[in-house]
């Protein structure tokens, strides 16, 4: 079995190879080749300190390869593993260290749905959060789509990102406040760990997409259920572990969402859900990370790495 750290992990797959690695895994998904596992975790208090363990997976056998992805939470801080196994002879390929893996794996979804979802015209991103999956996302999302300009949001340094993606990616970038983005943002994704949602939702203008992906617990949320309301299509990446986890969904008020505009990412992509956009339309994905996206990334680096 071969050990790969995330230091490896960063030599053999760029973010464009990601994006499209998650574009085929949603594929393979919407055309029911695979299974997912759902995330189940444990917790327990010593000495007045949290420890968590969490475990998600997937079995995806049309690629040859079963998987699962831990991760300890400590501290309010992750570190992440990934077990690959062969699915024709059951044998375990590799140990992945997968705290790269989860950066790329969560922006490049992102990517994919932005692809597919946002207007073409859309001209302003706007950033909330800057830590290391709005770095991604900014990474991703600009890869992706010619975007004209970025604001970035609720973090404790909106300078310092908007330089980074100035710098980096030659695209004007400026700090800003959270109702300004709002208001102004044909694009708005959410990398927080905020349990109360951001900003209001009248704000967001007719024909946004919103992509929520800081949250993956129950008991947090960054969107309100105003914003939830309306949209004319929230789209998922597994509606079982949505329903189940994403906050949007658990902490929302009877009604707010109605279960007909709901639809998974890999059913849009393979039409097997229809869906043709109108300038108008307001579009939410609502992301909380599954182990399809984990192994399905976790192959590509195992591939590589022969």
């Excluded at 406040?177 to 967001?204: H, K, M, N, Q």
């Excluded at 129950?218 to 986890?245: F, G, K, M, Y």
Aim: hydrophobic residues 50%.
């Amino acid at each position: 079995m071969r050990l790969i750290t995330d230091a490896e992990v960063a030599q053999l797959v760029t973010m464009r190879e990601a994006i499209f690695a998650m574009t085929a895994a949603f594929e393979q998904f919407g055309n029911g080749a695979g299974s997912i596992a759902p995330r189940v975790r444990a917790s327990a208090e010593h000495n007045g300190a949290t420890s968590t363990i969490s475990m998600l997976g997937a079995a995806l056998p049309a690629a040859g390869v079963l998987g699962a992805k831990v991760y300890a939470t400590v501290g309010g801080r992750f570190n992440f593993a990934i077990l690959l196994f062969s699915a024709r002879t059951g044998e375990a390929l590799a140990a992945i260290e997968a705290n790269e893996i989860t950066r790329l794996r969560t922006a490049a979804a992102t990517s994919v749905a932005l692809k597919h979802l946002a207007r073409r015209d859309a001209a302003l991103l706007a950033i909330f959060g800057t830590g290391v999956q709005a770095r991604a996302h900014a990474e991703a999302l600009l890869l992706t789509h010619p975007f004209q300009e970025v604001w970035v949001t609720s973090g404790s340094d909106a300078a310092g990102l908007a330089h980074f993606i100035e710098t980096e990616f030659g695209v004007p970038a400026r700090a800003a406040d959270a109702e300004s983005a709002a208001r102004a943002a044909d694009v708005i994704v959410t990398c927080t760990r905020s349990t109360e949602p951001l900003f209001d939702g009248d704000w967001v203008k007719p024909g946004a997409f919103i992509a929520a992906v800081g949250a993956s617990k129950p008991s947090a949320r960054e969107l309100d259920d105003t914003l939830l309301a309306r949209a004319d299509l929230i789209v998922v990446e597994w509606l079982p572990a949505a329903q189940s986890e994403a906050g949007e969904f658990v902490r929302a008020a009877p009604g707010t969402i109605d279960p007909q505009r709901v639809v998974e990412l890999g059913k849009l992509l393979v039409h097997g859900t229809p869906y043709t956009r109108r300038q108008q339309d307001i579009v939410i994905y609502k992301s909380v990370g599954v182990g399809l996206e984990d192994v399905a990334l976790a192959n590509l680096v195992w591939q590589r790495a022969q």
